[in-house]
Each structure stands twice: as structure tokens, then as C-alpha cells.
């Protein structure tokens, strides 16, 4: 089955005139390879903020693998973490958590170990995981600046998981399990890729879409003032509800069809350029 994108892109509603607030991804998006923030989209936040427009992060990271981005661009918003599984305060306070049923938790996790991938749980702030010496657990722990927490088995931390965690460098595979685990779990979960080598799992209704509203709905904000940002196939449910959705330059074809705009690429300035091309000339008040 071939997917037309040109008639996804077509149907997007148009682009808002005025924008009150910003949803942002983190990886890929809000931070360059490297994953620190640029002056460039420090200065971007900056004027966002000196325009009246607020900024909220989102992302697939737990709490406290964003709260560091938060706090470095100085921000007293709430954020969606969890892909929009817990919605957490400024000063790290969970306001609501979503989590996935056991059963589902079982069932994803039955199938992941038959494919021998690497799968980790979220419970609140906790990251658990079986093996800490598998690559990608080395990787995560250095980039969110995290331990985690090692249990033997998940029999019995079944229970209150916001997210369980796929990890493997065959790309292939993990996009296999999206669809198979997704068609498993529909109506249960919900199953995206937030990177080549990352597979979420997460509440039915845990989703960038519905992090968005949530964040917009505590803002006092409709979601027509809301422009949405992010590069993978996990923020297309933020940009298809977003008044202005844009893609990032390093998004495929695939995401692009869902934003009203691409920006440029996250390795150059691609954040920044997207808050001072499509998001400030918006503002409600001017820089």
C-alpha cells in the first residue's frame, strides 16, 4: 500500500496568523547532534519569550531527562514527558500520568524478547532495565545523565509503566515491531519510533497530540495559537492538531507531509530558523 503524501500535505488546514505558544521536540529538533543547545536557539527562546510566546517541551525522554534543556533555557512552563504519558511541572511535580494496562506491558514485552531487542520500563521517575552493559544503555545514561535501575526480571514492576522502551541498531526490525506491536496492542497503546533505533510504547492516549492540548489547555491556550515542532514519526500527532505544524530539515518525507512548513536541519540552526521565519512574525506583541 503506497501512502500519498502530496494528498496529506494538501488537507492540512491553513496556517494560524497568530501564535501564543510553542511545542517543541527535544531530540532532533531542539538540540543538535551533539545534544546541547545552541546560542542560536537560546537566543530564539529568548525572544519567543520577550514576544509573548510561551514554550513547552515534549518529549520521549522521562522527566528527568529533560529537566536539564528546561532549566538551561530557563523555563517556568510545563512539560510533556513520556511522549505526553506524564505532564510535569516546572519545578518537577508529576500533574498527571497515564500508564499502559499490564497486560499490555506483558504482551509488548513477551514479543520484544522474542526478537532478542533491549527493553527498558518507565515507572514515574524511574528507568529500569535488565541488562545495564547493552550499548544502547550506556548511550542513554550518558546522554540524559542518568543511572538506571537494575531489576532481574519485570514479572513484577508490571504495574504503573508510563512507557516501555525498545532499543536496537536494526532499524528494520524496529519498524517491523511498530506495525506488529501496534496492531497487537490498537485501541490499547500507542506505538511509534522516536529515533532509527528507539520503538515507544505508551498509553492509548499518550501522545505528542495529546500532550500538546494538554500543555495548550493548562496555558490557557487554543490549540489554533499552537505551533508544533519535531522531526519524527512520534510528533506527527502534535503537528497534525497544531494551528502551525513545522518539520524539521532532518524529518523524512513521510513527517514533512504532516507540517505546514520545513524548517532547516537540527545540524544547522534548524530550530532557531524556525522561530524567527515562521513562529515570531506571529507573535501576539512585538520583540
Do not use: Q
Not at 494551528?243 to 536541519?265: D, Y
Amino acid at each position: 500500500m503506497t501512502i500519498d503524501l502530496d494528498a496529506i500535505h494538501a488537507a492540512l488546514p491553513p496556517m494560524t496568523s497568530r501564535i501564543r505558544l510553542v511545542v517543541s521536540d527535544i531530540d532532533g529538533t531542539l538540540l543538535g547532534p551533539d545534544k546541547t543547545l545552541s546560542a542560536g536557539t537560546i537566543e530564539a527562546a529568548r525572544l519567543l519569550k520577550a514576544s509573548g510566546i510561551a514554550l513547552c517541551l515534549v518529549s520521549s525522554r522521562s522527566a528527568r531527562g529533560m529537566i536539564r534543556y528546561h532549566r538551561e533555557l530557563g523555563l517556568e512552563t510545563p512539560f510533556g514527558a513520556l511522549n505526553g504519558g506524564a505532564i510535569v511541572s516546572a519545578d518537577d511535580e508529576i500533574l498527571s500520568h497515564l500508564v499502559l494496562p499490564e497486560p499490555c506491558v506483558a504482551s509488548a514485552c513477551d514479543v520484544l524478547s522474542v526478537h532478542a531487542i533491549d527493553t527498558w520500563l518507565f515507572r514515574d521517575h524511574d528507568w529500569l532495565v535488565r541488562d545495564p552493559g547493552t550499548p544502547y544503555v550506556a548511550h542513554e545514561s550518558k546522554v540524559v545523565g542518568l543511572a538506571p535501575t537494575v531489576v532481574p526480571d519485570f514479572s513484577a514492576c508490571l504495574g504503573g509503566v508510563g512507557k516501555i522502551m525498545a532499543a536496537s541498531s536494526n532499524a528494520a526490525l524496529l519498524a517491523r515491531m511498530e506495525i506488529e506491536i501496534g496492531a497487537m496492542l490498537r485501541g490499547e497503546a500507542s506505538v511509534h519510533r522516536s529515533s532509527e533505533y528507539y520503538l515507544d510504547i505508551t498509553h492509548r492516549d499518550a501522545n505528542k497530540g495529546f500532550a500538546a492540548r494538554e500543555l495548550a489547555a493548562r496555558l490557557g491556550v487554543s490549540m489554533e495559537e499552537v505551533a508544533c515542532i519535531g522531526d519524527m514519526s512520534n510528533d506527527v500527532p502534535m503537528l497534525d492538531c497544531a494551528g502551525l505544524g513545522i518539520a524539521m530539515g532532518n524529518a523524512s518525507a513521510e513527517v514533512r507531509a504532516h507540517a505546514h512548513v520545513t524548517t532547516g536541519r537540527n545540524d544547522a540552526e534548524g530550530w532557531a530558523e524556525a522561530m524567527h521565519r515562521y513562529v515570531l512574525p506571529r507573535a501576539p506583541v512585538a520583540a
